[in-house]
């Protein structure tokens, strides 16, 4: 499996982005992709999954501002991210794993991407 994330940059706060990451190699029906990031000095934390039955899940700290989608005939995962903050600033991952799970547990995920910057500024 392969993922290559992308459409990080600068942004203000209050703005938004949107992530996207291009998924292949995924030979198993049953799957689940992730969005994980990494602040500076801190560890990596799932934000966000989207399962092959589409069922969507997220954590409290971007709910209502981050929403998970994807685009099945591109093999495309999309991260859209409104009402940026500083804090929100981190290197951003995509990763699979293939099982169907509501888990954001990095150790779950098999396959990664390289990841995207995100950077906010105040």
């Known amino acids: 499996v392969q993922l290559q994330a992308s459409g990080g940059g600068l942004v203000q706060a209050g703005g938004s982005l949107t992530l996207s990451c291009a998924v292949s190699?995924?030979?198993?029906?049953?799957?689940?992709i992730g969005w994980f990031r990494q602040a500076p000095g801190k560890e990596r934390e799932g934000i966000a999954c989207?399962?092959?039955?589409?069922?969507?899940y997220s954590v409290d700290s971007v709910k209502g501002r981050f929403t998970i989608s994807r685009d099945n005939a591109e093999n495309t995962v999309y991260l859209r991210m409104i009402s940026l903050k500083p804090e929100d600033t981190a290197v951003y991952y995509c990763?699979?794993?293939?099982?169907?799970?509501?888990?954001?547990?990095?150790?779950?995920?098999?396959?990664w991407g390289q990841g995207t910057l995100v950077t906010v500024s105040s």
């Open positions: 989207i399962n092959s039955g589409g069922n969507t």
């Open positions: 990763a699979a794993t293939p099982r169907n799970t509501a888990t954001m547990t990095t150790r779950v995920y098999d396959s």
């Open positions: 190699g995924i030979t198993s029906s049953v799957y689940t």
